[in-house]
T-cell receptor
Framework: GDSVTQMEGPVTLSEEAFLTINCTYTATGYPSLFWYVQYPGEGLQLLLKATKADDKGSNKGFEATYRKETTSFHLEKGSVQVSDSAVYFCALSDPGTYKYIFGTGTRLKVLA | NAGVTQTPKFRVLKTGQSMTLLCAQDMNHEYMYWYRQDPGMGLRLIHYSVGEGTTAKGEVPDGYNVSRLKKQNFLLGLESAAPSQTSVYFC????????????FGQGTRLTVV
């Protein structure tokens, strides 16, 4: 079945450092790919998405490119801020199964 | 501009008690989902619905039942709560899985003692 694998955390960075959170997926169909962010005590919010191969999603300085050949959707940001501290989830949606499948989440902590 | 609303936000149950979690969405979405979030496990799908009157099992359905009598509401029931059901429960809705995202509620923190 479909699955999403993302790097384990926690990831601790200094402010203004470069961020990469790796995400790979397995799917039988043609999924859409998402990154969600969860701040403490809150629900998940969509950060960005990409719906077909080679699409790049971007939002708030974060970017991720849908790479079908490597089945990856890595999240990057050039300069993180303390306010970026949160848990980040990679996810896919499969039209064949009507489901959204999530990775285990990666906790990011940014130090001032 | 409510989006997805979950009721209650917190609850403590004794083992063997029953309860129902309510999810309501005001976006006229067809699809609704219940997930549980546990440390190190990410979000796991419990049950989902692709339209009013329909339900289907997800990854971890045992011990839970659901109903979708109205399009805007998706209820999650625990008939006899167990400590293993201590978790944070999230409801989500979407207008479809093709190219569209799911919208999440704020979560329900349930503790079973």
């Amino acid at each position: 079945g479909d699955s999403v694998t993302q790097m384990e955390g926690p990831v601790t960075l200094s402010e203004e450092a470069f961020l990469t959170i790796n995400c790979t997926y397995t799917a039988t169909g043609y999924p859409s790919l998402f990154w969600y962010v969860q701040y403490p005590g809150e629900g998940l919010q969509l950060l960005l998405k990409a719906t077909k191969a080679d699409d790049k999603g971007s939002n708030k300085g974060f970017e991720a490119t849908y790479r079908k050949e490597t089945t990856s959707f890595h999240l990057e940001k050039g300069s993180v801020q303390v306010s970026d501290s949160a848990v980040y989830f990679c996810a896919l949606s499969d039209p064949g199964t009507y489901k959204y499948i999530f990775g285990t989440g990666t906790r990011l902590k940014v130090l001032a | 501009n409510a989006g997805v609303t979950q009721t209650p936000k917190f609850r403590v149950l004794k083992t063997g008690q029953s309860m129902t979690l309510l999810c309501a969405q005001d976006m006229n979405h067809e699809y609704m989902y219940w997930y549980r979030q546990d440390p190190g496990m990410g979000l796991r799908l419990i049950h989902y619905s692709v339209g009013e009157g329909t339900t289907a099992k997800g990854e971890v359905p045992d011990g839970y039942n659901v109903s979708r009598l109205k399009k805007q509401n998706f209820l999650l029931g625990l008939e006899s709560a167990a400590p293993s059901q201590t978790s944070v429960y999230f409801c989500a809705s979407s207008e479809g899985v093709f190219n569209t995202e799911a919208f999440f509620g704020q979560g329900t923190r349930l503790t079973v003692v």
